[in-house]
Nanobody
């Protein structure tokens, strides 16, 4: 019913920048929370940044001042601008969206397929 499509990952040198995009499509009434998580090999998935439909943001301490999350509500799309990248930012980045469907007032969580970000030293 709802699909999240991520793009923008890749290989970059330390100090470089990347921009990730996450577009939600399908049977959507409203997208509430949108967030980016990441999972490095051998580690648990962690929240990197999140944004509400009203634009309130939240960041992991490790990325504050370097990453910026934004969204275009008309396009149901979230972005993650990553700057000053470090090798420890290397991970698979996943988009998460909490969506209200047209036929219900309930909120459902959806995940994207993940996009690899690799930062070389």
């Amino acid at each position: 019913q709802v699909q999240l499509v991520e793009s923008g990952g890749g290989l970059v040198q330390a100090g470089g920048s990347l921009r990730l995009s996450c577009a939600a499509s399908g049977n959507i009434f409203r997208v509430n929370f949108m967030g980016w998580y990441r999972q490095a090999p051998g580690k648990e998935r962690e929240l990197v940044a999140a944004i509400t439909s009203g634009g309130r943001t939240n960041y992991a301490d490790s990325v504050k001042g370097r990453f910026t999350i934004s969204r275009d509500n008309a396009k149901n799309t979230a972005y993650l601008q990553m700057t000053s990248l470090k090798p420890e930012d290397t991970a698979v980045y996943y988009c998460n969206a909490r969506v209200v469907l047209p036929t219900t007032i309930l909120e459902y969580a959806y995940w994207g397929q993940g996009t690899q970000v690799t930062v070389s030293s």
